[in-house]
């Protein structure tokens, strides 16, 4: 079923009202109809057609100057097949009805069938549109004499007289009446109603056009006539029947068929002959020879052509042109292509130059002088491999006027330019241009057009406009329109090089660079980045994003305990905290990176380290190294598997502990990284002052650059446009002004409340560091309650609740050591089981080539009010022939103009629905 349309109400009224529909301002193309293209009248300021359509390349559907090619160029344009067919044509429908004298409500629906000419059903056609019917966005539809209109959202037309329900286009016009249909009891066959399904009385004016002659010059010019039905005829014949066909024979009978044969006898039987003899016997032979003698019949020549005049020449080539017959070359040779020189000697090498000078040494150089002496470095183009556009550049402040030179350096004579001068960013405000002497003569044409400069140049005689050479062809001048320091590329776009003949030069372009000096533009912040997608894996979660533009590199954050955000402490490292919820709710430290971390983790085995293993850190000396879990600080001691003197790497490789945070060739010192994941040289606790093992080779700059003033400023939006920092649970950044030297100073230095993740750009995606817990599953939480728990292997989940009333869901991993923290919330409303009424198909069995029947049947077991349908059947077997209605619909309206589509279309216009099962359609 493709769509099944419910209406919830539908009345049938046996009350019958009064409207008058009249068929007026009939328009039909006759025979006499001449279809015939304008004239080309060019534009204003002189440019032809032949310019427009064949120099400039333009087309027909395209505009110039504001104005359509088909107004400019008429004649070049003109279509033929876009004249109207005879027998087309249109009309209005238009109707009389007022409220009250027994009507019953305003018109809801109609189905008007007519006669005397065709309507479309060629998919997409329009057949009616406009009026009443149109205003009120009733649905127009038809079959091939029938207009249907009705509205399935119940609006209605409007009361009134002489009013334009809609207008029709039609076909096959024959010259008839055009009216409305009757049934066989002389009633209307169409149907009119309200909106209460009442059948509406309907008074009719039908449209009867005169034809006849309508040419007063006519000897049967009939005055009535409306329409001209082609009879029009100008001489009377014998009989004085006007246009009669009867004239007066040889026999002076008039109609009479006696003729006079060649011999001037009236009746009589001789006939000329092919050579204009009466009664000779010359015939016309197989050539076209006409004689009397056969014995001189065309013959075939050397092609086999019947007296045809082709010769074979010395050369064996046969053919009719004497004029290629092969000769002898001055070595006597029969088709020999040996030529006597300038100097008479045969194959000589001796040729003529230029002042016709035999064996002379004049050349034409590169401007076409015979004998003259100008270099290529005067004619052509020099400085570039092919044809190629140049901007000159320029150092301004901002607000500055200048101008610099466009230039073209060319090979190829130009004939036609048309380009577009852009500035990049859109900085400049163009002002005027002056052309160079290479353009002296010729017509230049310029407008804006969203602030790019659009440049036409053109001869009107089709002449060079641009000989070959180099150098400039316009001096433009800018102002500059900012106030910020920038620098903008001068280029080109939508460029066309025209030679002699309107074809396309190739070319190059080498932008120009204009550098402003002045203020230094605001700061813009990167879009936050959006659409993240968190995905579950063995031991490890992975993450992916949308990009956003204008970001460099993206920091992932994570919370730092299974259990959630925390409170307490004072923000200084080693102060006491609390956790406040998931399994490690309770006692917690202000950790190395001043968050909130379990205080059961110090000392239990496992290295919490600045690379955040674990999701802590107590890499310090405030924890004593997690202590010991970590060592000395220096790599060594510890459960980490090295020696006391040792640094374990990230990947387990032990290195000499005096290695850590010794410097990289990257920040300018002599070592490089001694971890193969360079794990040695974390930028974040490498960079800490406060460290005793902090390498010299970290400098400064390397580290942070300068040190954020002490001064006080406002940090919201600051603070709001760090991509993704809003998990933050243990930073209040209220809209107050704080001192923030020593906060930012830790920022520079790479202490982050999440763990940071280098991502690249390209990849917009990447996967956490693999944190060795297991994951066990996850619990889904509605509206703050637990609903169900599911495992890790599951990540979606059905939930059955009350329809209509909004719930809001979060989802929590649950860890072995816990919950993670909850997702974000989502929230959504259940819908209403939606009403139901069901078509099913019946069964035939039949064989190959044999018509069958199946029947389509409904199933409304909820009694709706069924008002229309619409689906498709579809078959590889059989094809759809026929649909009949069943007593449940018979009634309704069946149109099938797509019947061999399969499409079955239904509805109830001013009869009751269907309300009950039962079988609806019989389909053959």
């Given at each position: 079923m493709k769509n099944l349309l419910i209406i919830s109400s539908m009345f049938f009224s046996m009350m019958f009202s009064q409207i008058s529909l009249s068929i007026e301002d009939v328009v039909v193309i006759g025979e006499d109809y001449v279809c015939e293209p304008g004239e080309d009248v060019g534009t204003a300021t002189g440019q032809t057609c032949e310019q427009l359509l064949g120099l400039f390349g333009f087309t027909c559907d395209a505009d110039f100057a504001g104005a359509p090619l088909t107004e400019i160029c008429a004649e070049s344009c003109f279509d033929s097949s876009n004249c109207p067919a005879v027998g087309t044509g249109s009309l209005s429908v238009y109707y009389d009805y007022t409220e009250g004298s027994g009507t019953t409500g305003p018109l809801a629906g109609f189905e008007i069938p007519f006669t005397g000419f065709?309507?479309?059903?060629?998919?997409?056609?329009?057949?009616?549109?406009?009026?009443?019917?149109?205003?009120?966005?009733?649905?127009?539809?038809?079959?091939?004499?029938?207009?249907?209109?009705?509205?399935?959202?119940?609006?209605?037309?409007?009361?009134?007289?002489?009013?334009?329900?809609?207008?029709?286009f039609f076909q096959n016009y024959g010259g008839a009446d055009i009216c409305f249909e009757y049934d066989e009891s002389g009633d209307f066959a169409g149907t009119i109603s309200d909106n209460v399904g009442g059948d509406i009385s309907t008074d009719l004016t039908c449209?009867?056009?005169?034809?006849?002659?309508?040419?007063?010059?006519?000897?049967?010019?009939?005055?009535?006539?409306?329409?001209?039905?082609?009879?029009?005829?100008?001489?009377?014949?014998?009989?004085?029947?006007?246009?009669?066909?009867?004239?007066?024979?040889?026999?002076?009978?008039?109609?009479?068929?006696?003729?006079?044969?060649?011999?001037?006898?009236?009746?009589g039987s001789a006939t000329v002959d092919c050579s204009g003899i009466c009664g000779g016997e010359a015939y016309e032979d197989n050539c076209g020879e006409c004689d009397a003698d056969p014995a001189n019949d065309c013959t075939e020549d050397c092609n086999g052509v019947l007296d045809g005049d082709a010769t074979e020449d010395e050369c064996g080539v046969c053919d009719n042109d004497p004029t290629n017959d092969c000769v002898e070359d001055c070595n006597g040779v029969f088709g020999g292509d040996a030529e006597l020189d300038c100097n008479n000697i045969c194959n000589g090498g001796s040729v003529i130059d230029c002042n016709d000078v035999c064996n002379g040494g004049a050349v034409v150089d590169c401007n076409g002088v015979c004998g003259g002496d100008a270099a290529p470095e005067d004619c052509g183009c020099t400085?570039?491999?092919?044809?190629?556009?140049?901007?000159?550049?320029?150092?301004?402040?901002?607000?500055?006027?200048?101008?610099?030179?466009?230039?073209?350096?060319?090979?190829?004579?130009?004939?036609?330019?048309?380009?577009?001068?852009?500035?990049?960013?859109?900085?400049?405000?163009?002002?005027?241009?002056?052309?160079?002497?290479?353009?002296?003569?010729?017509?230049?044409?310029?407008n804006v057009v969203n602030g790019d400069l659009v440049i036409v140049a053109f001869d009107q005689n089709l002449n060079t406009i641009i000989s070959a050479g180099s150098g400039p062809i316009l001096s433009l001048t800018f102002e500059s329109s900012s106030i910020y320091e920038s620098q903008i590329s001068l280029g080109l776009s939508d460029v066309t090089l025209s030679d002699s003949v309107g074809d396309v030069i190739n070319f190059d372009v080498v932008d120009g660079?204009?550098?402003?000096?002045?203020?230094?533009?605001?700061?813009?912040?990167?879009?936050?980045?959006?659409?993240?997608?968190?995905?579950?894996?063995?031991?490890?979660?992975?993450?992916?994003w949308s990009a956003s533009f204008?970001?460099?590199?993206?920091?992932?954050?994570?919370?730092?305990?299974a259990g959630g955000g925390g409170n307490g402490g004072n923000g200084n490292i080693g102060s006491d905290c609390t956790i406040a919820d998931g399994q490690y709710a309770g006692p917690g430290f202000i950790d190395c990176f001043e968050f909130c971390s379990p205080a059961s983790w110090i000392g239990d085995g496992y290295c919490d380290d600045q690379n955040l293993t674990w999701g802590a850190n107590f890499f310090c000396e405030e924890f004593a190294f997690d202590g010991g879990d970590c060592g000395d600080g220096n790599g060594g001691g510890g459960t980490t598997g090295c020696q006391a003197d040792e640094f374990e790497c990230g990947d387990g490789a032990c290195i000499t502990g005096s290695y850590f945070c010794d410097g990289t060739l990257e920040t300018g010192a002599t070592w490089p990284a001694d971890c193969a994941d360079g794990s040695d040289e974390g930028i974040a606790i490498c960079c800490d002052a406060n460290y005793t093992y902090a390498a010299s080779g970290y400098d400064q700059a390397y580290c942070g650059g300068q040190t954020v003033s002490s001064s006080s400023f406002s940090i919201e939006n600051y603070m709001n446009k760090i991509s993704v920092m809003n998990g933050m649970s243990n930073f209040n950044y209220s809209n107050t002004n704080i001192n923030i030297n020593a906060y930012m100073d830790k920022l520079s230095n790479g202490y982050h409340s999440r763990l940071e993740a280098k991502l690249a750009a390209v990849n917009y995606s990447n996967d956490v560091q693999n944190i060795n817990r297991d994951l066990i599953g996850y619990e889904i939480y509605r509206d703050g309650s637990l609903v169900a728990s599911v495992g890790s292997n599951q990540t979606s989940y059905d939930d059955y609740v009350a329809a209509g009333q909004e719930y809001c869901y979060v989802v929590k991993a649950q860890y072995d050591e816990g919950l993670a923290a909850g997702s974000n919330e989502a929230c959504a409303s259940a819908l209403a089981p939606p009403s139901f009424a069901g078509l099913s198909v019946g069964n035939a069995l039949a064989t190959t080539g044999e018509t069958f029947t199946l029947d389509i049947s409904l199933q409304n077991d909820e009694a709706l009010e069924i008002a229309g349908f619409e689906f498709t059947v579809s078959s590889s077997l059989a094809s759809l022939v026929g649909v009949s209605s069943t007593s449940l619909s018979e009634e309704f309206d069946i149109p099938t103009p797509n019947l061999d589509e399969g499409i079955i279309v239904g509805y109830a216009l001013g009869v009751p629905p269907i309300v009950e099962s039962g079988d609806i359609l019989t389909l053959t």
């Open positions: 065709e309507l479309s059903t060629e998919a997409g056609a329009v057949v009616a549109s406009g009026g009443e019917a149109e205003a009120a966005n009733f649905g127009l539809s038809n079959n091939i004499d029938t207009v249907i209109g009705f509205s399935s959202q119940g609006a209605t037309l409007p009361y009134g007289e002489n009013l334009l329900l809609t207008q029709v449209f009867s056009p005169s034809l006849g002659c309508t040419d007063e010059t006519a000897c049967n010019y009939n005055p009535d006539a409306v329409l001209d039905d082609g009879s029009c005829a100008f001489e009377e014949d014998c009989n004085g029947v006007c246009g009669g066909t009867a004239v007066v024979d040889c026999a002076n009978e008039c109609g009479g068929s006696a003729v006079v044969d060649c011999a001037n006898e009236c009746g400085d570039f491999d092919v044809n190629t556009f140049s901007f000159g550049g320029a150092n301004i402040d901002a607000g500055d006027t200048f101008t610099v030179d466009l230039s073209l350096c060319n090979d190829d004579p130009v004939y036609g330019i048309n380009l577009t001068v852009t500035d990049t960013p859109d900085q400049l405000d163009f002002l005027s241009f002056e052309a160079s002497s290479r353009l002296d003569g010729v017509n230049i044409s310029s660079i204009v550098n402003v000096s002045g203020e230094e533009p605001p700061p813009v912040a990167p879009d936050a980045p959006t659409d993240l997608v968190v995905t579950a894996g063995d031991s490890e979660v992975s993450l992916s204008g970001a460099s590199e993206y920091q992932v954050w994570r919370e730092e305990t």
